[in-house]
């Protein structure tokens, strides 16, 4: 089910119906013969409504890339686009609009402000941008996560399953355009990991949110709909409605 | 926004505590002295309009030189026939005249009553009621020759009452006088401290030397005149040189002459309230930038959520106003506080404020509120600025880099700050503007604490080898552990060197003045005994005039020198000279000749000047000097000689005889210097302290207990300038104590890893102690060095104004390295229990 590289006719294609897009990418970190090419000449389209894993090896990019198209890095060369917004060109200002209004973020870790509670800390993005909570949608939010009853605590009160489920209500408290997950089960046991990407899969399939999600997890990632692959800094080929199997056999592909 | 503020600051309340106290010292310092001297200043304008209160108007001697006015002009007696004129005056209810002079009361046991700086007054007791200030509390007006009314401050704490036996010291011989009645000043016990004898008219006029003469005529005008027509009136009766002016200008002028005392006063300790903000401010910033180092991922976190760079700032800045607003109320409570206790303390020393009477006024509190608020935010905002700087980033694990900083642009305004700061103290220097001189000072110590990094990583090694190779691993790791952050190492040493580098500038400056003055002192007494009064050197010495008469008489003294003293007028401005007899000199006194021979010049009726006066009036020996005296007025005198600066003399010189020419009679000397036949022996001593006894408020010390004398005095203002400057040295052992904990709970994981791979408490403890050690060192080598600099430089600058000697006390110096040392130890003792407390299997888990 390998593919090539996209054409550019299939990505001016994707640019109509895609929530975010890079074209030419490309991130070098040094200079001279230290110089680290940690992405080379990335084109990809992410598509809305949709649950998209980024996976690879350690050392392949996939952090890079999803920093670049979130704005958190800036790019050596290429474009990143969300919506038909090219990042490349904003200030911080602008920047740190896009990511409060259109972008909501899950870490792997430290995702939480210690000395807030889990509702003040999923409320503090709607804060931050000076707007009302939308009550309704949190105490929905909540429950659908099972943590109502925690609302109160402060992180260090909960456990680490009840913490990422916090993030992820606050990445989805402003109903962003796309969501960023970097290894967002890294540091989870297999049960919260179920729990959480059945979530991400219902907020994609339920309240149509797009996720874009960095992992090496090879069950989390046959939770997406489409899986893209990268190596050395390269798209190196993608599948469509992956199974557990069908990704372990791309790995193995890709040198391990 | 607030939320996250408020609740940062809750979780980290020691810390915020610890910083904030530093704020909280400095504030102290400005509220206490904004209130005390509020205080004063509403005492003593209070207490000039009562005793004004029944004086309508005022006759009174002109001010005697141009460019002079007020409570401090020069002004002369006029004749007692004014009295009657005055009375004839249509609209002059009453009128009565007064002189005044210096009183001194003796107590029971042969003590001379000082008064600690304030004035013992001798005065004329009203001659009616109606014009009196004073309040009658026992007794009688003084009548007789020998009756005299206390003020009822004396009277009550060296128990005298009305009938009892008191001896006064006078120009002249001291009397015997019985206390006819007891007086208060409205409701307070004294007049701010100062002692007062009031006489019979005649009797004052004897005893003052003001015999048909008058020092001013206090009038009350008929009811139904009109006060000014009156004082046009009376004007127009006066002969030149009297001027009648209103009771409330005499008031008005009291007061100011008090404000400006009190503004002095109000400078000097809000100059050192400075110091300890400056510090403060360092103590601050190092905290906020170790805080915000601290919060690199969740401020990172706050960004990637949708915090803008100026809401990052804005929290930063908010904790800041926080904390510098609590800190500054507390200061402000703490400085009313401290108000009281100095008005109490005044009150122990015998200044009778009306109690009850704390001034607080909203200038303080603004001022207060403003200074504390402000230096916090000030000093937060460089590290806020970093916060801002954060790329949302950080906030992932995997970037844990550090962000290279500008080690060029810090190298180049550090350089700029310190070397525009230079120039700028050494203009002021120059120029004498304390304010440049200060401005200079923060400049070169900003630069200093700038450019400090660079030099903290080879000097962190070099002072921490020897530790390293005495105290095994810990010391080892102590000194990685201040070479690790050599930014942070400086900056924490930048508050001690700042504290230390005024110490040692001022150890420098107070060392060279003590030398320069005794220096001096030997240089100008060839005596081997000075007699010096109440107060040394002052016009208001209280020697009398009858003392030197006493002792010349003792067998073996060979030479008795009365050294007078007296202003002039020249060039607009008046100025002290010293009269001596012209047999005295090379006996008792010693003039270094620079041109001109002083004994034929003395002879000659000729003024001698100083060196430095000769320089800076551009005067040479030949020239005539056209000067104003207050009883001959204008005349014209040659200079016949330059001598080299004198400690006892100052900058002019006349005979004996001029002095009688020019002033009027029964002056009081300020110093009367002995030579003896044999030198001084102990006999001979006593002889002379027993001769003068009677006199007893005058000091009799050899040439080297006087020199002694004057060594302690300049001891005891510098220590006043230590204990002053302690303050700003105890901020910055506030922030080691504060970068140690903080740093300890940073490397909280850390020292977990290394107490389970076997490391004990005790070395835990070391490690820490290491680190203090080489912190403390640090900043106190670099704060000697740069303050040794800063007063050699005041001293070499202020050579013209007679510091002729820069002595670096070096033993002293390293003293103030030693003591820093120890106190950094000290500061340590805290974080380091702490860090050996840390339970090893919480440290590790901690993420």
Redesign the interface.
């Known amino acids: 089910m390998l593919s090539t590289q996209p054409s550019s006719r299939d990505v001016v294609h994707d640019l109509a119906t895609s929530v975010a897009h890079a074209v030419d990418l490309v991130k070098t970190y040094g200079e001279g013969n230290a110089e680290v090419r940690a992405l080379n000449g990335v084109t990809i389209a992410f598509e809305r409504e949709r649950f998209v894993a980024v996976m690879g090896p350690s050392g392949s990019g996939k952090?890079t890339l999803m920093?670049c198209m979130a704005g958190?890095?800036v790019p050596t060369s290429g474009h990143t686009y969300i919506g038909d917004l090219e990042i490349g060109e904003m200030d911080?200002?602008h920047l740190?609009?896009l990511?409060?209004?259109r972008i909501g973020?899950i870490?792997?870790?430290?995702?939480?402000?210690?000395?807030?509670t889990a509702r003040?800390n999923i409320e503090?993005?709607v804060?931050?941008?000076g707007g009302k909570v939308d009550a309704e949608w949190l105490e929905f939010l909540a429950a659908q996560l099972s943590i109502t009853d925690r609302l109160g605590h402060h992180p260090a009160e909960m456990s680490g399953g009840q913490q990422q489920r916090t993030a992820c209500a606050?990445a989805l408290i402003r109903r962003p355009e796309l969501i960023f997950a970097?290894e967002p089960t890294g540091n989870l046991d297999s049960n919260s990991s179920t729990e959480m990407l059945n979530f991400l899969r219902r907020s994609v399939d339920e309240f149509h949110q797009s996720i874009v999600m960095v992992t090496h997890d090879v069950r989390a990632a046959a939770h997406a709909d489409r899986v893209v692959f990268l190596a050395d800094g390269e798209l190196v080929g993608e599948i469509l409605a992956p199974t557990v199997d069908d990704v372990l056999e791309q790995m193995k592909q890709l040198g391990h | 926004?607030w939320?996250?503020t408020l609740?940062?600051m809750?979780?980290h309340k020691l810390r915020l505590a610890l910083t904030g106290l530093a704020i909280v010292l400095g504030v102290t310092f400005v509220s206490g002295t904004l209130v005390l001297t509020d205080t004063l200043h509403s005492t003593f304008s209070t207490l000039f309009s009562n005793v004004y209160r029944n004086v309508d108007l005022e006759v009174r001697g002109a001010a005697a030189f141009s460019n002079q006015t007020g409570a401090l002009a020069v002004r002369e007696p006029f004749a007692q026939s004014l009295l009657a004129t005055v009375r004839e005056v249509p609209g002059v209810a009453l009128a009565g005249g007064s002189v005044s002079g210096y009183a001194q009361y003796v107590d029971k046991q042969g003590h001379a009553i000082s008064t600690g700086g304030a004035p013992t007054i001798g005065t004329t007791y009203p001659a009616s009621q109606r014009l009196s200030w004073f309040h009658l509390v026992a007794g009688t007006a003084p009548r007789t020759a020998t009756q005299v009314v206390m003020d009822q401050g004396t009277a009550q704490k060296f128990g005298f009452h009305v009938g009892s036996r008191v001896t006064i010291l006078l120009p002249g011989a001291p009397r015997n006088f019985t206390i006819s009645g007891i007086v208060k000043f409205g409701t307070a016990n004294n007049l701010a401290g100062a002692t007062i004898a009031a006489f019979s008219l005649p009797t004052a006029q004897s005893l003052f030397d003001k015999v048909g003469r008058l020092d001013t005529i206090d009038v009350l005008v008929a009811r139904g005149s009109s006060l000014s027509s009156v004082e046009r009136a009376i004007a127009t009766e006066l002969p030149k040189g009297v001027e009648v002016v209103t009771g409330q200008t005499v008031a008005d002028e009291n007061t100011s002459l008090m404000n400006q005392i009190l503004g002095f006063l109000s400078t000097a300790l809000l100059v050192f309230a400075f110091i300890a903000l400056f510090v403060g401010a360092f103590t601050i910033f190092n905290t906020f930038s170790i805080i915000v180092s601290q919060r690199t991922?969740?401020l990172a976190?706050?960004?990637?959520?949708?915090?803008?760079?100026r809401?990052v700032f804005a929290m930063v800045q908010l904790e800041a106003f926080l904390m510098g607003l609590v800190a500054s109320l507390l200061g402000l409570g703490l400085g009313v506080l401290t108000a009281m206790g100095l008005s109490a303390l005044l009150r122990a020393f015998g200044i009778s404020l009306p109690p009850g009477s704390l001034v607080f006024s909203a200038r303080t509190v603004v001022v207060s509120l403003l200074v504390g608020v402000g230096v916090t935010m000030i000093s937060a905002v460089s590290p806020a600025r970093h916060a801002v700087r954060i790329?949302?980033?950080r906030?992932?694990?995997?970037y844990s880099s550090a962000p290279a900083t500008s080690r060029r642009r810090r190298v180049i305004v550090g350089a700029a700050l310190g070397v525009g700061g230079l120039a700028v103290l050494v203009g002021g220097l120059a120029r004498g503007t304390i304010a440049l001189v200060g401005v200079g000072a923060v400049a070169i110590f900003v630069g200093v604490a700038m450019l400090a990094p660079f030099i903290a990583r080879p000097m962190a090694s070099v002072l921490g080898r020897p530790l390293a190779a005495t105290l095994g691993a810990s010391g080892v790791l102590g000194r990685e552990n201040s070479m690790r952050s050599p930014r942070r190492t400086a900056q924490t040493a930048s508050a001690l060197m700042i504290g230390l580098a005024l110490v040692a500038a001022f150890t420098v400056f107070g060392a060279s003045i003590s030398r320069s003055a005794t220096g001096s002192i030997k240089d100008a007494i060839a005596a081997d005994y000075v007699i010096t009064g109440s107060v040394t050197g002052s016009p208001i010495s209280g020697i009398s005039n009858a003392a030197p008469g006493v002792i010349s008489h003792i067998p073996g003294v060979d030479t008795v020198t009365r050294v007078d003293s007296g202003v002039f007028e020249f060039g607009h401005s008046v100025f002290n000279l010293a009269a001596i007899p012209r047999d005295s000199l090379s006996r008792t006194v010693t003039l270094r000749m620079q041109s001109g021979d002083a004994g034929s010049a003395l002879g000659a009726g000729e003024v001698l000047i100083s060196s430095t006066t000769a320089t800076s009036k551009n005067l040479s020996v030949g020239d005539t000097m056209r000067v104003r005296f207050a009883t001959t007025g204008w005349t014209s005198v040659r200079v016949g000689g330059v001598f080299k600066p004198n400690a006892i003399l100052g900058s002019y010189v006349v005979s004996e005889r001029f002095f009688a020419q020019h002033y009027a009679p029964g002056a009081q000397p300020v110093a009367i210097l002995l030579r003896s036949t044999t030198g001084p022996t102990a006999a001979e001593t006593s002889a002379i302290t027993a001769a003068l006894r009677p006199f007893a408020n005058l000091k009799v010390q050899t040439r080297s207990q006087f020199i002694a004398t004057q060594q302690a005095q300049v001891n005891q203002i510098l220590g006043l300038v230590y204990a002053l400057l302690g303050l700003a040295i105890i901020i910055a052992l506030i922030g080691i104590v504060n970068t140690l904990l903080l740093s300890v709970f940073e490397r909280t994981r850390e020292i977990g890893l290394l107490r389970a791979v076997g490391m004990r408490r005790r070395q835990v403890r070391t490690m820490i102690r290491s680190e203090a050690l080489i912190l403390a060192v640090f900043g106190g080598v670099i704060g000697v060095i740069l303050g040794t600099g800063l007063g050699v430089a005041l001293s070499v600058s202020l050579s013209q104004q007679g510091i002729t000697d820069v002595v670096v006390p070096y033993s002293n110096l390293v003293l103030f390295v030693v003591v820093a040392a120890l106190l950094g130890l000290a500061a340590s003792s805290w974080p380091a229990r702490r860090a050996a407390r840390l339970n090893v299997l919480d440290a590790i888990a901690v993420?």
């Open positions: 952090s920093h958190l890095d911080d200002t740190t609009q990511r409060r209004d973020f870490f792997q870790s430290f995702n939480l402000i210690p000395t807030l003040e503090l993005p804060t931050l941008a606050r970097d | 926004m939320r996250v609740r940062g809750l979780a991922r969740e976190l706050l960004r990637i959520v949708g915090a803008s760079r809401q790329a949302p980033v906030a992932l694990a995997s993420e």
